[in-house]
């Protein structure tokens, strides 16, 4: 088996066994850029060495020997012989993972060779200190000697330092220091095969989920020398400006120095802009280069390149990171340029990026130097800050306040809307205070449970920090970390461009993308967004906003019989015009509406005021209020009486619906609105269920239809949010329109998880190794989406032309959005923040399928 590669024989394609840096140093050979020649260990022999108890095998030795023979003979060069071959033995992995691995530089020398270079340039501070690196990078990266002890040496000339350092190395190790190159070499691709494992790169790949058994390649090259003389240099770049976008080179430069110094920061590097005067000729052929490598990898490019006495050798290259302003820019700047086809770009871009375009983000530097407070759940993105407020009542519009409360309720409802973000300390990622704030778009930060409140003395403790009502703090919904004080921000908003944008993407994707809007706000808002119709509206939620609640509450807490009946009346004529409202935002869309489904605890009253106002309300002593609220309370609240089991209790509440619904709907399409009303039942876990519901809602339907002389077409169908109605899907299919998955409610079924409480035990499951998932972010690929299989299977056969979609969390999930192209789902909906994101994600995910 080939082992070790010359950079001819590779290229980009052969990045899994080459590496990175490997794959693209091969490649750029080809394109016929000046690169130093150089021969590729490849990973499968990082494997081996791994599989062989982290040993070299002799088989391996002898073919890098080999190799190391075509090196020299493609460089004229000969390893330490009278015209001395240097070489530099680089690490680099099948994924980037910038700086977390080892190089070595200037291998090869010995004091023969030392004399050879200096009969060839006479500059001895230039030989000197490349051997006096070259021992301190070899001790350091072969036998872990820290690097400081090569700054302390004692002797004031290069020769007696290079000797110390090799005596530090034979006091360290108890060997001398291997002047030999075969043995020089040998220790050194060991030493960078051990650099996979060192505890950073580990971390870096736990932390950037990269497969552990990949292992890196080790490349060995011939050095060139940006120490050699003024005419010389070293570099790094982006070709174009990594954090706007912007189309002009941008870097660093250090004249007479090698790669390291600039990393090590031992001097401080200039603008690459000096080049311009300094060495024009130079910075020419630098940006011709990097327009062509742009072309040729098809993206923004991150180079390191080192200039030897005015001759300019390119040695790394790779697509560059940059924030989400430049990614857009970029992308789209490229299709201009004709780099790019509008397909590429679409997939260029993170759909993360585009939520942090549309909610804002801190200022880089400032973010370093703030103080880290605590880290919870990001729940909602975008950034916030303000000064922090305990109390719902207290949020005021004119002052920039952060509402943090243990977790929150429809009566923070009012402080939530005026609060510029909101901090609980319980709660998940799908706990109300975090559906409530994605659907507003607002920063939200859940589950800090370091924060301890004193509500008594308006004050607040993380770790060693008090903090008074009224202090600042900055708060990321992308990260969910919180800092002290207050941090700048950049300015951000759903630019013109971005709306270019994700229109490319809507041409490109195939599943609907609709929005989860429960107010004519939240639709007008999703619109402008690009949804194309309603998939969720959850009509209790209809009555977090202003007073209606009152409504609700009337009608949960009233008696069955007449005072039921009143209470339904009024909500009737407050439904229908919402109902109105939306129906003609949505004109020509398609509107699903889910019939109440409201975990009653989250209406009951809570404050004793709130119980008075309520005894009042109903014209009923306080104490039998709160007797009744003692018994509607659920003791398993989230598997209480709620969704399709209130309606199978009371079907009058979901006739009333019905009827608010199609009334509502007639009405405007008496106007001349076009509309195309689903009415979806949620909770369903037996087809018996769904039957009875639907005769009745279908009756009261009727009923209407008789009564106005007219009638509009409707869908009726249910969620599938029960592991019991995936499994009998085709039982349940025969009485639905459509399914529409509550992937939220299915993940918490299935895995017994509660949303609101795990985040108190996951973090133990990740630090142990147990579990790392977030699985009411991104749907669990092993259980949840194996349900959805399984509901699909068995519900088309019994229905072909049934309507799949999915109003969960998940539905502005790229990873999930992925899952759910790749079954066929007809729409996807989420809150009107997400959606130019889920647009996005929609179209990648379908190129991707198409690509297969
Ligand atoms: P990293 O992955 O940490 O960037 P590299 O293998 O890219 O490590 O090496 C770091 C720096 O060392 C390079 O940017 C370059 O400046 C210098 N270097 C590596 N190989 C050579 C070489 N053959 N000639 C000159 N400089 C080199
Ligand atoms: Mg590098
Ligand atoms: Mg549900």
Known sequence: MKQVYEFKEGGKEMIPILGGKGGNLSEMVKIGLPIPYGIIVSTTACNQYFKDGEKLSESLKKEILKNIQILENATGKKIQSENPLLVSVRSGAPVSMPGMMDTILNLGFNDYVAQKMLDITG???????????????????????????????????????????KQIYKNECGKEFPENFKEQIFYAVKAIFDSWNNDRAILYRKLNNIDNNMGTAVIIQEMVFGNL?????TGVLFTRNPSTGEDKIFGEVLLNAQGEDIVAGIRTPDDINLLKTTMPVIYDELVKTTKKLEKHNKDMQDIEFTIENSKLFILQTRNGKRTPEASL???MDMVEENILTKEEAILKVEPSSINKLLTGDFDEKSLKEAVFLTKGLAASSGVAVGRIMFDSKRVKIREKTILIREETSPEDLQGMALAQGIVTLKGGATSHGAVVARGMGKCCVTG????KIDEIKRTMTVGEHVLKEGDFISVSGHTGEIFLGKIPLKENSFSDELKEFILWAADMKRMEVRMNADTPEDAMQGKLFGATGIGLCRTEHMFFKHDKIWAIRDFILSDRGEEKKKSLEKLFELQKKDFLEIFEILDGSEVNIRLLDPPVHEFLPKTKEDREKMAEILEKPVEEIEIRIRKLKDENPMLGHRGCRLGVSYPELYRMQGKAIMEAAYECSKKGIKVLPEIMIPFIMEAKELAYLKKEIEEEIKNLFEEIGGKVEYKLGTMIEIPRACLLADEIAEHADFFSFGTNDLTQMSMGLSRDDSVKFLDDYREKGIWEGEPFYSIDTKSVTKLVEIALKNAKPVKPDLKIGVC???????????????????????SPFRIPTAILAAAQAYLRKEKK
């Open 123 to 165: 500059d001895e501070e230039f030989v000197y200190s490349s051997y006096l690196r070259f021992v301190q990078m070899f001790s350091e990266i072969t036998e872990g000697i820290d690097r400081k002890r090569f700054t302390e040496l004692k002797s004031d000339n290069y020769k007696d330092q290079i000797n110390e350092g």
């Open 229 to 233: 003389n003024e005419k010389s240099g």
């Open 329 to 331: 820019k970029i992308a």
């Open 448 to 451: 800090c449970s370091e924060i």
């Open 808 to 830: 969960g969390e998940h539905g502005g999930d790229p990873k999930s959005i992925e899952f759910f192209e790749n079954n066929n789902f007809n729409y996807i909906s989420c």
